[in-house]
């Protein structure tokens, strides 16, 4: 289905592009803040691909190998989240 391809897409490259909004920043909160919105976005292609499983669009092969990578970016997300969090930095911008 199209509609779900582009839809996945476009959660896929959110992920990367929050990622890379929020370093930029230079602000510790605020990076946090953009690492959230990507693993939503992570989670999003998640539930994509339960749907595209559901629709017999991909294998149960497939569904699995990509679900993992999905939830293997969401854990390491998370981690540099909880890292940020505890680490005291600020960012460049608060030295």
Not at 54 to 71: G, V
């Amino acid at each position: 289905n199209i509609e779900l391809r582009s839809q996945n897409r476009a959660s896929a490259i959110s992920v990367i592009s929050n990622i890379a909004e929020g370093f930029d920043r230079n602000g510790t909160a605020e990076f946090v803040q953009f690492l959230a919105i990507a693993k939503g976005s992570v989670a999003e292609v998640g539930s994509q691909l339960y749907v595209a499983k559901d629709q017999s669009y991909i294998t149960a092969d497939e569904f699995d190998r990509l679900i993992e990578l999905a939830t293997e970016t969401g854990r390491r997300i998370g981690a540099l989240m909880n890292y940020l969090r505890r680490s005291g930095i600020k960012g460049v911008k608060f030295r």
